[in-house]
């Protein structure tokens, strides 16, 4: 079966991909009496639940340079960033499975609708954090102004997996399931509530081998300190991902008649 998508102006997928932007963010918090304050709502119940474990005694952070408050309330919303692109691209052929079909519309603006409404939703609750910081006396270091351009490889990463994941869904609808598991087992297994600085046991050969520790530190190292974590492996990982989004979504534009009569919906 051919690909079910032809070539649209340029003018037709900008439009295109506005209104289904709009879509999406409106979309989300239909029906919701607290709607967009649930972005702000979400991170603080997670960031109470670190302070109390932390209080207890049974976390043991490391040394985050900073406020022990501020740097989960940073790393949660730069997790929740990578989550949140994953989450969105695996449900992709669920989602417009049918509007692809029907109407023909290129799956790379899809993807990129995807890309861009899960950067929107992170952006809201990362202004109100930066301001938190500067509120505490936490200062930006001048090359922060890199962060958009550092935070970019891990949205790229949790799109990957996405589209993976949604690709393998295809095949058996428990991977879906399975997956959205071992992502949120990774959040504990990656620097988010503590330092990538562990240097003994199990978790410390994790952390050095996950690439999570990287495309999270960097974005947040770069933010307070003006510089990538590791740089070296940073930017290893930072190309590896970059030639494997693209990869993946050449393959989705070929292919995407073919999954499509999979999951059923063809």
């Known amino acids: 079966m051919s690909n079910p998508t032809f070539a649209f102006p340029k003018k037709s997928k900008k439009f295109l991909l506005q209104q289904l932007i709009k879509l999406r963010l409106f979309a989300d918090f239909k029906k919701s009496f607290l709607g967009w304050l649930w972005l702000l709502i979400l991170p603080l119940f997670a960031i109470l639940t670190w302070i109390f474990m932390k209080g207890a005694g049974i976390l043991q952070p490391g040394d985050t340079k900073i406020p022990y408050t501020a740097f989960v309330l940073l790393s949660t919303t730069i997790w929740a960033l990578f989550y949140d692109t994953y989450k969105n691209c695996s449900q992709i052929f669920i989602t417009y499975g049918k509007t692809l ?20 939703k992170f952006l809201i ?40 994941t949604g690709l393998f869904s295809a095949i058996a609808k428990d991977f879906s399931l399975f997956m959205d598991n071992i992502i949120k087992l990774f959040m504990l297994l990656s620097p988010v509530v503590y330092t990538p600085d562990i240097s003994t046991g199990l978790l410390a050969k994790v952390i050095k081998y996950n690439p999570l520790t990287y495309l999270i530190s960097s974005p947040r190292n770069i933010l307070l300190h003006g510089e990538l974590y590791q740089p070296q492996t940073s930017i290893i990982y930072f190309i590896i991902v970059a030639i494997l989004f693209i990869l993946l979504t050449r393959f989705f534009v070929i292919n995407t008649a073919r999954i499509l009569e999979r999951e059923g919906v063809a």
């Open 101 to 120: 079909l029907v109407n023909k519309l290129p799956i790379e603006i899809i993807i990129l609708n995807e890309l861009i409404v899960s950067m929107i």
């Open 125 to 164: 609750p990362f202004v109100f954090i930066i301001i938190y910081l500067l509120f505490i006396g936490v200062s930006l270091h001048p090359l922060s102004l890199l962060f958009p351009l550092v935070i970019i490889p891990l949205q790229l990463f949790g799109a990957a997996i996405g589209l993976l």
